[in-house]
């Protein structure tokens, strides 16, 4: 495979048959990344939309070995799958878990800073759909400012903390390789896979997956939705690769935060002023990130 694309994936499926909602985003990125990582895997995946979905007895959406881990325990699993394939000597295997931002950013924070300190040879991937969503659409410590869900109701900023920046948060671990990535841009989400696969040692991967039923948006907006996220910079597309930061994809002028927003009835409580405040949490972020960006490339340089 020279160049990893949509077109050139195999078509071989290893998440099929699940019971997920139309348009969900998370399923997406579990189909694609198994596909580049192919069937020598071991998959941890915690309680949410995906072990509810993809585990129904009698059947397995799985074409790989998988494994429900407890809610906070993602990373814990993970790292002892990792030791026994260790002991065992197994080679050409990846050991990967898929959990959701409650599972990862909040409820799972405390075992993945354990397995990344751990420095085992894992691929964690978050897919962000910016609530806990098997549960009813409460507020996770991903969900944007303003976002109505069941305990944060539209336009009122009841929790004014930002959306916790977890790519900072993995590459403060100095662990070798994290990024961010998006549904809405595929061939970037599977060159990154395909990066972390080649990784000796941990490698993180915060993923954009919208939800439409959370959301309040049409099924087939997912993609869009991807995309749009990107053009508006609320969703940088960025790459941590052994200390060095980069940015891969630089919209020349940011498109309408409306042109995003308007689209999911979870904004519709947003005010003028609201919006101006986004904004200008956006351009402050895209700061610092060049800021980052500049700082890596003088340490690479020392």
């Not at 696969?197 to 959370?214: E, K, M, R």
């Not at 919006?275 to 200008?280: F, G, T």
Request: charged share 20%.
């Amino acid at each position: 495979m020279n160049k990893i694309s949509i077109k050139t994936l195999p078509e071989d499926e290893y998440f099929l048959g699940h019971k997920g909602c139309g348009g969900c985003g998370g399923t997406l990125v579990l189909r694609w990344a198994l596909k580049v990582l192919g069937v020598r895997c071991f998959v941890v995946v915690p309680a949410g939309c995906m072990s509810a979905i993809g585990f129904i007895y009698p059947q397995m959406a799985f074409g790989v070995n998988a494994m429900i881990a407890p809610f906070a325990a993602t990373g814990a699993m993970l790292s002892g799958i990792a030791a026994v394939v260790r002991a065992r000597g197994l080679e050409n295997v990846h050991v990967v878990g898929f959990a959701g931002d409650g599972g990862t950013a909040d409820i799972g924070l405390q075992s993945l800073s354990g397995a990344l300190d751990r420095r085992e040879k894992i691929i964690y991937i978050c897919y962000d759909n910016e609530a806990y969503m098997n549960t009813g659409v409460q507020r996770s410590a991903a969900t944007p400012v303003g976002a109505r869900t069941t305990t944060s109701p539209s336009g009122q900023v009841t929790f004014p903390a930002v959306k916790k920046d977890l790519l900072r948060i993995a590459a403060a671990h100095g662990i070798p390789y994290a990024a961010t990535a998006s549904v809405g841009h595929p061939a970037d989400f599977l060159r990154k896979v395909e990066r972390a696969g080649q990784i000796d040692g941990p490698s993180f991967l915060h993923v954009f997956a919208p939800c439409p039923t959370g959301w309040g948006c049409p099924a087939d907006r997912t993609i869009a939705l991807g995309k749009s996220v990107v053009e508006t910079g609320l969703w940088p597309l960025v790459e941590w690769d052994h200390g060095r930061v980069t940015i891969n994809r630089q919209p020349r002028s940011f498109a309408p935060l409306s042109s995003y927003l308007d689209e999911q009835t979870r904004f519709r409580g947003l005010k003028p002023k609201d919006i101006e405040s986004l904004m200008k949490e956006r351009d402050s972020k895209w700061a610092a990130l060049h800021a980052w960006v500049r700082e890596s490339t003088s340490s690479a340089e020392v």
